[in-house]
């Protein structure tokens, strides 16, 4: 390190806030503070204003109905497509030559679309799905990794009224299985493979494994030929090559079905406490519109502007920021098939130095891992056509924001940390850029119209510095409607903690702690259920619990998150083995083996600590916050509660060992 290095980096350490640079503000989309007085005096019409970012077929009646709350309506008697709204319309304006979607290849192969072409692709697809019985409101699955013909197939979906479901790549087949029985779906469009770090992986043989325990009959399956020769594998009697049925579609026009603003636009599944994955249901013109409005508010995006985020599509971050979002504004979205080090270190940067990225949206395991890898791999770029830059999925420490803004955006970009979640369709907490102070390591105070506030276990609004838990108390455009043909489930899990269902007042509680200073500014802590967040990724303890139990030889299980340096929390196992099973490395890789095959290679366990008991309270609980300390390597609280305090020493003499 240099002098000059060091003592910039002296001064950005003690530096606590950080004002939007001049020159971004002065083009900033949003860039009047009057903008939170103007929602909160006109809430609910204030929404208006994501309403009119789109297109309606006819308008609608009213904009927030909360008759039947919590089943809130938004933009009541409205109707509209979401593929005209990302597609045609900026077709019709003129923008047929602007590119749409600028795909990058691991291998280096690129692929441009403009929304011409797009919208071509979209048709054919669209007409193809018709042709093979695809009816308006029947939900087709999309097992797919980062290929354009993902986001290409869920455009097709919304053009004829089919709600998709979109599975990660990633995930196991166990898991395409459950969540294709859980939506009744009856279509899937899937790949032979993709690339990870140079090598071809089968994707098609996890596809077909998953069919297997599907347990309704499935009518057609479309593969997309992503591998060519480098996979051999063969198509069975309802399985169809993506390129053929397109081919014999080219041209077909498909008018755009009119749907109305509460018809589903897609389900997303999600983790939460128990082991069954809850399918989160969100709808066109509520979605759209608030989708729109925060790429507007908040990525600053425009229509000339290239933009990307680098979440994969097959999560909530890929639906809203590089699918519907930036395409209803008619911006340049940019998709990355691969990881951020293949072939080198400097993959991304590369990618933003080439296509002149402006705005660039990211999570904060991957800023800890480029700070790892050091500053000399973005420094070989020149990433002078960045203006924003972002991040969402979990807590940034304040080091790796500052790293990201000086070594990244060198000090010229605002930095936004976007709070929310799959359930709240797009951001929630977090800075407007043209606007406010930003102050690492705090997302910032709620977006205009939406009723966040950390409050204790009575509800009450905490004080400045204290923790709480963050509760929503007014609706938005982007929530979910319910889960999946679940309106139980939909109440207990995020309704029934704060609300008071007699008054008729309801609160929305998403299960994350908080602080919040004496400017409103809300630091999150952290989930306080059983959901750990790796890397970014949501998974439910319940669920890799389930996984190692269902392993030969393993009698119990807890599962927590402990502490990672890279990706934020890891998942631990505690197991007890069975009578009779040695509890040694054997076992141990099976356990890990389980959960990769029923969750997916993101939930595999860091480690597997065998104990003869679990520490448990005297009504039988396991003490899951003790587990956690012990995998996170903290000082352990008070164990004298425990039924067996004893075996706290022993597991972590154990974990210690290994
Ligand atoms: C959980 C939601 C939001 C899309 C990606 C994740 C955590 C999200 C932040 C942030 C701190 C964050 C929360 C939340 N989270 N963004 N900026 N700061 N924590 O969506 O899989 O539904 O997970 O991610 O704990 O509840 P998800």
Known sequence: MTQEDASLEARLEEQEQFEPPESFVEQANVSDPGVYEEFEENWPECWERAADL???????????????????????????????????????????NRAAIKWEG?????????????????????????????????????????????????????????????VFAGFSADALATRMNSADSEYLVTCDGYYRRGDALDHISKTNEGLEDVDHEVSDVVVVDRLGDALDHSLSANQHDYDDLVDEHAGASVEPVSRDAEDMLFLMYTSGTTGQPKGVKHTTGGYLAYTAWTSQAVLDVKPEDTYWCSADIGWITGHSYIVYGPLALGTTTVMYEGTPDYPEKDRLWEIVEKNRVDIFYTAPTAIRAFMKWGKQYPERYDLSSLRLLGTVGEPINPRA??????????????????????????????????????????????????????????????????????????????????????????????????????????????????????????????????????????????????????????????????????????????????????????????????????????????????????????????????????????????????????????????????
Not at 129 to 155: F, K, N, Q
Request: charged share 25%; proline share 6%.
């Open 401 to 658: 924001w500052k790293w990201y803004y000086q070594h990244i955006g060198n000090e010229d970009c605002p930095v936004v940390d976007t709070w929310w979640q799959t359930e709240t369709g797009g951001m929630m907490i977090t800075t407007l850029p043209g606007i406010n102070t930003m102050k690492p390591g705090s997302a910032g105070p709620p977006l205009p119209g939406i009723g966040a506030k950390v409050v204790d276990a009575n509800g009450e609004e905490v004080d400045a510095g204290q923790a709480g838990y963050v509760m929503v108390d007014k609706p938005w455009p982007g929530m979910l409607r319910t889960l999946y043909q679940n309106d139980d489930r939909f109440i207990t899990e995020y309704w029934q903690e704060y609300s008071d269902e007699d008054a008729d007042e309801w609160t929305y509680f998403p299960e994350d702690g908080a602080k919040i200073d004496d400017d409103g500014y809300i630091t999150i802590l952290g989930r306080v259920d059983d959901v750990v967040n790796v890397s970014g990724h949501r998974l439910g303890t319940m669920e890799i619990e389930s996984a190692v139990v269902g392993v030969e030889g393993i009698a119990e299980a807890a599962v927590v998150g402990g502490d990672h340096e890279i990706k934020g929390e890891a998942v631990y196992v505690y197991a007890i083995p069975e009578d009779g099973y040695d509890a040694g490395d054997e076992l141990a890789e099976r356990a890990i083996q389980g959960v990769v095959d029923s969750i997916g290679p993101i939930a595999k366990p860091e480690e597997v600590i065998f104990t003869p008991e679990l520490p448990k309270t005297r009504s039988g609980k396991i003490m899951r916050r003790l587990l956690e300390d012990i995998a996170s390597g903290n000082e352990l609280g008070n164990t004298s509660t425990l039924r067996n305090p004893d075996v706290v020493d022993d597991i972590a003499e154990q974990a210690e060992s290994n």
């Open 54 to 96: 789109l297109s309606w077929d006819s308008e609608y009646d009213t904009v927030l109905e909360d008759g039947d709350a919590p089943f809130y309506e938004w933009f009541t008697g409205g109707e509209l497509n979401a593929s005209y709204n990302c597609l045609d319309r900026h077709v019709e304006e003129g923008a047929k």
């Open 106 to 166: 691991e291998l280096g192969e690129t692929r441009t679309y403009t929304y011409g072409d797009l919208l071509n692709e979209v048709e054919a697809f669209a007409a193809t799905l018709r042709d093979l019985g695809v009816e308006e409101d029947d939900v087709v699955t999309l097992y797919m990794p980062m290929v354009p013909e993902l986001p290409i197939a869920m455009l097709a979906c919304a053009r004829i009224g089919a709600p998709h479901s979109v």
